[in-house]
């Protein structure tokens, strides 16, 4: 197949953009244009981040106040979603909670991502002894359930939110390192890493200026799908033992409460499982459009 | 099991029609117009060449007879096949045409076959779907095909998969596939241009061999003319979609109609062209900035009587092969075995050999991308093999590679003006303004515009990706380039150019070249000099003129009886029964392995044949 | 083969060794002790003093360290800190019910998931897309704990199918099948949203490959296609998946053992790590990182089952 | 394709729920709580553990079944009982026919003896401490035991109900099993051990010998069931008789919506106490412990917790226990709780640092307790630990203010030695549980254990509560009880008040009817 098919396309970003930010609006210009499913993404995406912004202005209620007289309360005019155990109001704990969920998720993703990609960029390129050892040290992370591994360094380090952001980011390691070293062990052999040899390119420029825009894709989208995992992670963390202090309101923690008395006031599990839902929902539509995008196979071409 | 309505009684009747009839074809996917109405015919018997370019529709065409475009396509017009209008039938009724009516083979017979079957259960398969056979039945049917497309050892051959066979058997058992059902129309898609050239000659004898027995209907797509000269009937040249010309071989060849065919006739170098000149010579294609020289010799003459630009003095790559528990060694991949040869400043040597030959592996250890076990490799007096750090990084700078995929070798995610750069300001020779201006003024100098540096690689076309590939590599201002395959994968008429182009750098900048090529007709326009590689070594060395006017070496003469030259008048491919087959050997040698000393004695001054 | 295998287990040899050394120092890094936890809250200091010098925990760590090897390599792998019961006979008496629940799990969770990944592929962006899609998320997203008590509610109280309890004393075939359906189902939930997704987008790519439209001009209809040209070569990376995930899913099943009241590994080692029970986490920490590069094997080895071009090296 | 998929599925699900068919007389009880611990009776502390351990062993005397008080003791292994006038000697007479189960033979004077040193000894005993005033124990005859103090003990015979070291075990079945006693307990009450599974449950069955008749139930199915919801599905799809419940008002009302449930909260009462550490800066100062003490709005947690489960506390001790008295408490006063704030110096209020653990019932009565003492600008500050962290984290304290329920052996003096004489303050060897380093009631605690006099003793008690509560070493909040729930089949003998062993009182009289 001759790449000379496909359709040139027409449109020239200014040159002061660097590749990589360049790359990602592409690609998020091709998601929308190309895949009507990542734009519903990307705009429930938005709307959860707009309304974690907007927090302390839209929330009804202040999200840590207690109410002895109306706890554990159905949806009502007065509180829409509902109170919980301690008589707060749900809705606004949802609020509230997106900020924290969302920090979490993204934090730690983040954290994971920058780790694990460097990692497996490392070892896919230089490949041999040295991928051996790196990978064989991953497995050794892999070895432990996430579950444990999080229960462990969270009892370890105490519960606050950044040794629960680190927890989840040190359990995703592993399997970022094994999404980056894939590629990379393929792109290593291409041509343009061999041009970059010839020119007389360091292995770091090679590796990160050459390599590393190649493999982000691909990476953006697991990463996509691994917040989802994140903040169920955090969710099943504080059902076996350890999540973040209260009173602070996280979408986990509050699955975990409205677990806790879902025999009593269903809809405490409820609303907050559909919080995580929607939120994961957003991130997965908006993931796959931008594979879809990125992926010129998938492409419409003759 | 199948009901196909296409009864074989209709066909008789239609036995005087042609066997494919298109009729104002048209195909869109979006806005874009791939086929823009075209309409030609093939007869039973007949074998039909569908020319063109990239992008010219060929393929698209191909793929559109048996509705096999993805759904995004919109077709138009009229396609006929043994008189069954393809465009009206429902999805049951195609797949009794598909394989029934018409056969196809496809380019690359690397990924065409499924590689988790076997290559029994997907020859067989056509007949599953094709009439009453049952499975032993079917699988008896395939294995006498496997002797008719002479795969030798068929029946041991038959359960293995397809990763364990060459490219030539691959393209065989493709054939097998396609013929299976005895179809009416075999379409054959660019089926030789990965292979080899000696293997593209088998496999065009096993295809004329089996059209003359079964009078079958062939539509042969490709952009070679050599191989157009040797087996069509009829040519359709096809260019933007439209066919521009629809006549006899004869005549087209004779006196070409259009334009378009008569630069692309005269785009393709024909191997014996440059009898008796000795330098190499310019095509003369029309490029902006070449005009001012016009056509003619490249006057540049080389100059062997200086000191060497490069010596290469046994050079030695081995790649291990490691097994057993410890993933010892248990032997060697001895892709480049003992080769020597020298480079004269301002001068071409052409490495050529098939695929596998270790010539690639040669250029690569020179610059020790990949690490030479044992040689010296001479550089402005240094042994580059023997240099490290700094020094290596100095002599990478003035010795440049261009690669064969003028894609592949430029990073997707970069813009040109970037990838120019890049190497400018990496070596630290210039401000960020003064590498701008280099940018511009090498865009400018290898034929494109200043203005597309902010464009990315994808952006522009095979030909445009390879100029800036070419101005990457002169940003340098390096005195020696490796040129791998460097215009293999490009359209005949925009390799012209760029080799055009090449030999204008040359004479401009004094480059030398060391140029790896497969192709015995370019290597006859670019070389002063020319190697030729076998199981990683060099068989046969010496003048261009020497070596392909005078072969002494048998593999040298097999590589060149087997290229196809364009012209239908000198038509070698004849019914030659059960030709002898043969593949060439691997060059993995077990642990402790020594090789053979080569001796070479020299026919001519300078040309050196080994001996056997 | 038999090479392969063996040098996979010599590596496995390391990451044990590795993977031992880490746990032994970070659970006796962790605050807590198991004296404590043995004595109760109404001891005093001085008696959970003795009792760690009982347990040996007085000693300075890298001696407790020397010593936990020493017994590692003999096979000795003590006695639970805090019950006195032999850790391997407590790992081996819980082991066969998570290894059952597992691999139900993953078989549900394949069967589901390769077919509705299929599905969604050939209708790429169209309604069975986004439906698998959605339902695949719901899998994702619910924590399993949430999930569970769903199922429980609807199949054990609405419906009366199913027990609340899925460890019943009851050994029959029928018996074993209905206290694992639930469980399975919950935990298959999740199995079958991470297949469905990497067989949609191998799925995907493979239906673009050359061998397919080779499959199709032989006039090979369209479900043949799918299932035996297609399907084998989608396998690697829906193997890889499942390998990487089966991890995960024996990670998720402590959530699952404790809302089935299930006995299972995942319970016994967070039971260890709440007591603080350095030899059974050791032992368990064994247990897990066998089964690892168990999977890992089996996956390296099943990609050869599925793809030819596959060489043991 | 012949069976219709319908029907298939219905022949597959009645062979499924066809399949289990359980022995009527079994009694099948779910704790919370994932697995046994030890069910060595003098190594049990944890509820679970001597849940179990209540209905396999006797003790030389016992308290009425269904009774908690330490005043309503009446024989059990001992048919009689004699004091020395210095109450420092006590001879036993056993009751003849009791054997030990499992074939260990009858029950004598020597397992009683080899018993109670057990007990005492520290190395096999997590009790030995409470034994500590024992000075012989011997047996002059198959039938009589004699015990000696050093000094008279406050409820000398409430060492010998059948409550942590006073289980009396059988010499030779702990001689022959050696440490899988702990596993395969033996002793001589109403049912005896057969089969434990691990994170599943235990199972016991009627010991036939029993000394009192052999019980009507045939079969206890102990089940551990982590999951709260999963318990109370199991107990509402009938899959369970007995279930003990969650610390929670919610719980109880749903449980009693079953239709043939009994729910009862069964003592002995534990008291939950918020204790402060008088010897770090801010809490030194008495006002401030003054001023926490009136932030604290007691009414509203037990509305909080649930007024069916729950009641204000009404000293630091537990109510009901021998020696209690209400005492008066600082009332919750927010104002007055400022007042004293601004007096001390802190008029913008203070910020105190405690370690919490993450065991739900306990973190959501402290989140109540953070909001009410935010009300008057203290700021309660927790950092989250796991429960074992807490426990250790506490002992060597690390906490500003410690929040721990209890119930001790339902005497005053256990509880006010373990919580706030100064030998328990925590840090020192013999510390036990004085995380506010209370040592102002000393002497009243010291001087009742030797008053000899009940009445003297008790006086002294009290005096020991009111100076506690005076200087504010611990602000009791409230006093729960364990909540149980039942299906109405299960019929006892007798009212069923509590148990020191924390589980219903199943004997030989216990009924499971059809």
Redesign the interface.
Same mark, same amino acid.
């Given at each position: 197949?001759?790449?000379?098919?496909?359709?040139?396309?027409?449109a020239?970003?200014?040159?002061e953009l660097r590749?990589?930010s360049s790359?990602a609006w592409r690609a998020f210009v091709q998601a929308f244009r190309t895949n009507a499913t990542a734009a519903v993404g990307a705009v429930l995406f938005m709307i959860i981040v707009v309304l974690a912004v907007a927090a302390p202005w839209i929330a009804p209620y202040d999200p840590i106040s207690q109410d002895m007289i109306v706890r554990m309360e159905g949806p009502s005019m007065a509180h829409w979603l509902g109170t919980d155990y301690f008589g707060r109001d749900t809705l606004s704990r949802l609020l509230y909670g997106a900020r924290y969920s969302l920090v979490i998720g993204l934090l730690s993703i983040v954290i994971a991502v920058a780790v694990g990609t460097v990692i497996g960029l490392t070892a896919g390129y230089f490949g041999g002894r040295l991928d051996i050892v790196i990978m064989q040290v991953m497995d050794v992370v892999l070895a432990f359930p996430a579950l444990i591994l999080g229960l462990i360094l969270v009892a370890m380090l105490g519960p606050t939110m950044m040794n629960i952001v680190f927890a989840i980011a040190f359990t995703a390691i592993p399997p970022f390192a094994r999404i980056a070293r894939a590629p990379v062990i393929a792109l290593r052999e291409?041509?343009?890493v061999?041009?970059?040899?010839?020119?007389?390119?360091?292995n770091l420029?090679i590796m990160f200026?050459?390599l590393l825009?190649?493999i982000l894709p691909d990476i953006l989208v697991m990463a996509s799908l691994w917040m989802a995992t994140a903040v169920r992670t955090e969710a099943s963390l504080a059902f076996i033992g350890l999540g973040i202090a209260p009173p602070t309101p996280t979408w986990g923690g509050m699955v975990r409460e409205g677990f806790e008395n879902i025999l009593d006031n269903p809809s405490l599990a409820i609303f907050p499982s559909l919080a995580v839902l929607i939120l994961v929902l957003a991130l997965n539509l908006l993931g796959d459009g931008l594979r879809d995008a990125i992926d010129p196979k998938l492409r419409?071409?003759? | 099991m199948m009901a196909s309505p296409v009864k074989v009684s209709q066909m008789a009747d239609v036995a005087s029609a042609p066997v494919l009839s298109i009729k104002d074809l048209t195909?869109r996917?979006?806005q874009?117009e791939?086929v823009k109405g075209i309409s030609f015919n093939v007869a039973q018997g007949e074998t039909v060449a569908l020319v063109g370019e990239?992008?010219s529709g060929k393929?698209?065409t191909a793929l559109s007879i048996?509705r096999?475009?993805?759904e995004?396509?919109f077709l138009g017009g009229e396609i006929h096949l043994s008189g069954q209008d393809m465009m009206s039938l429902r999805?049951?009724d195609l797949?009794?045409?598909?394989?029934?009516q018409a056969?196809?083979i496809?380019?690359?017979p690397m990924?065409?076959?499924?590689?988790?079957?076997t290559v029994g259960f997907q020859v067989s398969?056509?007949f599953r779907?094709?009439g009453d056979y049952s499975q032993s039945e079917a699988d008896a049917e395939a294995l006498r095909l496997f002797e008719r497309v002479r795969i030798p050892d068929g029946k041991k051959r038959f359960g293995q998969?397809p990763?364990t066979f060459s490219g030539g058997m691959r393209q065989r058992i493709?054939i097998a596939?396609?013929l299976?059902c005895r179809p009416r129309l075999l379409i054959a898609d660019e089926p030789t241009t990965a292979l080899d050239v000696t293997v593209q000659a088998e496999i065009l004898n096993l295809l004329a061999d089996l059209q003359r027995e079964t009078n079958t209907a062939v539509l042969f797509i490709t952009h070679d003319m050599g191989v157009v000269a040797e087996v069509a009937d009829r040519v359709v040249v096809m260019r933007y979609g439209k066919v521009v010309e629809d006549r006899t071989v004869e005549d087209l060849f004779a006196e070409p109609g259009h334009d378009y065919t008569r630069q692309l006739l005269s785009a393709v170098p024909r191997l014996g062209d440059m009898r008796g000149e000795n330098a190499p010579r310019r095509f003369g294609s029309p490029t902006p900035h070449t005009e001012r020289l016009g056509p003619g010799n490249n006057s540049g003459g080389t100059s062997r009587s200086k000191p060497a630009a490069l010596s290469v003095e046994r050079l030695t790559t081995r790649f291990p092969v490691?097994? *057993?528990? !410890?993933?010892r060694v248990n032997g060697y991949v001895h892709a480049v075995e003992n080769v020597s040869f020298t480079v004269a400043p301002n001068e071409t040597l052409s490495l050529v050999g098939e695929s596998g030959c270790g010539k690639s592996t040669t250029g690569?250890s020179i610059?020790r991308?990949v690490e030479p076990t044992a040689g010296a490799v001479r550089f402005d007096g240094q042994d580059l093999l023997s240099t490290s750090g700094a020094a290596l990084?100095?002599a990478?700078?003035r010795i440049?590679?261009i690669?064969?995929?003028p894609? *592949?070798? !430029?990073?997707?995610?970069?813009?040109v003006?970037?990838a120019i750069a890049?190497?400018i300001l990496?070596?630290g020779h210039r401000t960020g303004a003064e590498a701008r201006d280099r940018v511009a003024h090498l865009m400018e100098r290898v034929g494109l515009s200043a203005g597309h540096?902010?464009?990315f690689p994808?952006?522009?076309?095979?030909g445009q990706r390879q100029r800036i590939?070419i101005a990457?590599a002169l940003a340098?201002e390096p005195s020696f380039i490796i040129a791998d395959e460097a215009v293999s994968?490009l359209d005949v008429s925009i390799k012209a150019q760029v080799i055009d182009l090449l030999l204008d750098l040359q004479e401009e900048f004094g480059l030398s070249y060391l140029f790896i090529s497969h192709d015995m007709a370019i290597v006859e326009r670019v070389s002063h000099r020319v190697a030729v590689m076998l199981l990683g070594r060099i068989v046969e060395i010496g003048p261009r003129s020497a070596v392909i006017e005078n072969p002494q070496h048998p593999y040298t003469r097999k590589l060149l009886a087997a290229v196809p030259i364009p012209d239908p008048s000198l038509r070698r491919i004849k019914s030659t029964g059960a030709r002898q087959v043969d593949e060439l050997k691997s060059p993995i040698r077990p642990l402790g392995y020594t090789p053979t000393p080569q001796r070479f004695h020299e026919v001519t001054p300078g040309h050196f044949v080994e001996e056997i | 083969m038999t090479?392969f295998i063996?040098?996979r287990l010599g590596f496995a040899v390391v990451t044990l060794f590795a993977v031992l050394s880490l746990v032994f120092f970070i659970v006796r890094i962790l605050p807590g002790d198991p004296a404590m936890v043995i004595l109760g809250d109404q001891a005093s200091a001085a008696s959970i003093a003795a009792l760690r010098q009982k347990l040996g925990l007085d000693q300075p760590l890298l001696v407790q360290y020397l010593n936990f090897l020493v017994g590692a390599i003999r096979g000795d792998w003590g006695v639970s800190m805090v019950s006195g019961r032999p850790v391997i006979g407590e790992v081996l008496s819980v082991l066969p019910s998570t290894i059952e629940l597992t691999l139900v799990s993953l078989f549900l969770g394949v069967i589901l998931g390769v077919p509705a990944g299929v599905w969604a592929a050939v209708n790429r962006n169209r309604i069975p897309d986004v439906v698998t899609r959605i339902v695949s998320l719901l899998g994702l997203s619910a924590p399993a704990f949430v999930s569970g008590i769903v199922l429980l509610l609807i199949f054990a109280i609405a419906l009366q199918w199913f027990p609340v309890i899925s460890s019943g004393q009851d050994t029959s075939f029928s018996g074993r099948l209905r206290d694992l359906a639930l469980p399975a189902v919950n935990l298959a939930l999740i199995m079958a949203a991470y297949v469905t997704r990497v067989t949609r987008s191998a799925m995907l790519e493979v239906l673009g490959?050359?061998?397919v439209?080779?499959?199709?001009?032989?006039?090979?209809?369209?479900g043949?296609v799918i299932w035996?040209?297609a399907m084998?070569?989608c396998l690697i990376p829906v193997i890889t998946v499942i390998g990487l995930y089966l991890g995960i899913l024996i990670g998720n099943s402590v959530l699952t053992e404790i809302v089935f009241n299930r006995p299972g590994l995942g319970k016994l080692i967070v039971g260890a790590l709440t007591q603080r029970d350095y030899t059974m986490l050791q032992g368990m920490i064994v247990i897990y990182t066998l089964i690892v590069v168990l999977v890992n094997l089996i996956t390296d080895l099943a990609y050869g089952l599925?793809?030819?071009?596959v060489q043991y090296? | 394709m012949t069976l219709k998929p319908a029907i298939l599925s219905s022949l597959v699900l009645g062979t499924l729920l066809s399949a289990t068919a359980l022995n009527a007389q079994t009694l099948r009880v779910a704790v919370p709580g994932s697995d046994m611990g030890t069910l060595d009776p003098y190594r049990a502390s944890a509820t679970l553990d001597i849940n179990v351990v209540n209905w396999l062993f006797n003790g030389l005397v016992r308290i009425k079944p269904g009774q908690i008080s330490p005043e309503m003791i009446e024989p059990d292994l001992a048919e009689s009982w004699t004091t020395s006038s210095d109450g420092k000697t006590w001879t036993f007479k056993l009751r003849d026919g009791v054997q030990c189960q499992g074939g260990y033979g009858a029950l004598t004077a020597d397992d009683v003896v080899y018993s109670l040193k057990r007990a005492a000894n520290k190395d096999t005993s997590s009790f030995y401490a409470e034994y500590a005033a024992f000075d012989t124990i011997t047996a002059s005859d198959p039938k009589t035991v004699t015990i000696t103090l050093k000094e008279t003990v406050p409820s000398m015979l409430g060492l010998l109900v059948p409550y942590h070291g006073g289980n009396i075990v059988c010499q030779k079945a702990v001689e022959a099993l050696g440490a899988e006693f702990a596993r395969k307990p033996i002793g001589t009450g109403p049912f005896e051990f057969v089969e434990y599974r691990p994170q599943q449950y235990v199972k016991l069955k009627a010991n036939e010998a029993y000394f009192r008749g052999a019980p009507k139930i045939k079969e206890i199915l102990f089940r551990y069931i982590q999951s709260d919801s999963s318990r109370d599905l199991a107990f509402q799809s009938g899959e369970i008789d007995l279930i003990n419940g969650r610390f929670e008002d919610s719980w109880v009302k749903r449980m009693a919506q079953i239709p043939n449930t009994k729910v009862d909260i069964l003592g002995p009462l534990e008291i939950h106490n918020i204790h402060l550490n008088m010897t770090q800066k801010p809490l030194d100062d008495l006002r401030v412990r003054q001023a926490i003490a009136h932030a604290i709005d007691r009414d509203a947690i037990v509305k909080f917790r649930g007024t069916s489960i729950s009641k204000a506390a009404e000293s630091v001790i537990p109510g009901g226990y021998l020696g209690f008295a209400p005492i008066p408490l600082l009332k919750y006063d927010p104002a007055a709780a400022k007042k004293l704030l601004a007096e001390a110096g802190y008029p913008n209020g203070i910020t105190i640092k405690s370690i919490q653990t993450t065991l739900p019932a306990m973190l959501t009565t402290m989140q109540v307790v953070q909001s009410q003492l935010r009300a008057v600008g203290v700021n309660l500050e927790f950092t989250l630990v796991d429960h074992p962290t807490f426990h250790s984290q506490i002992r060597q304290d690390l906490s500003q203010l410690v929040y721990y329920g209890a119930a001790r052996f339902p005497v005053a003096d256990t509880f006010l030695t373990q919580f706030f004489d100064s030998t328990s303050i925590v840090g020192k060897p013999s510390a036990v549980t004085n995380f506010s380093h209370c040592d102002v009631a000393d002497d009243e605690i010291k001087s009742a254990r030797t008053a000899g006099d009940i009445e003297k003793q008790k006086a002294l008690w009290v005096d020991a509560q009111k100076k506690i509560a005076d200087k504010v070493c611990a602000i009791p909040l409230y006093e729960m009880g364990q909540p149980w729930a039942w299906t109405q089949k299960l019929v006892f003998d007798y009212p069923v008040k509590g148990s020191l062993n924390l589980s219903p009182p199943i004997d030989e009289t216990t009924q499971l009817r059809n």
């Open positions: 197949m001759k790449s000379d098919l496909s359709i040139p396309t027409k020239s970003p200014p040159s590749a990589v790359l291409r041509e343009f061999q041009a970059g040899k010839a020119l007389g390119f360091s420029r200026r050459h825009p190649n419409t071409e003759p | 195909v996917f979006g874009y791939a990239s992008g393929s698209v048996m096999l475009l993805p995004s396509a999805e049951a797949r009794a045409m598909r394989g029934g056969g196809m496809f380019q690359e990924t065409s076959l499924n590689p988790v079957l398969e056509a779907y094709h998969y990763h493709m596939m396609a299976a490691r097994g *057993g528990i !410890l993933g690569r610059l991308l990084q100095e990478r700078r440049q590679m690669f064969q995929d894609f *592949g070798s !430029l990073d997707p995610r970069q813009t003006g970037s890049e190497p990496v070596h540096a902010s464009r994808h952006e522009f076309s095979g590939c990457r340098l994968a | 090479a063996i040098k490959q050359d061998y439209r080779t499959a199709r001009a032989k006039g090979v209809p369209a043949v035996r040209h084998r070569n599925v793809d030819p071009r090296r | -």
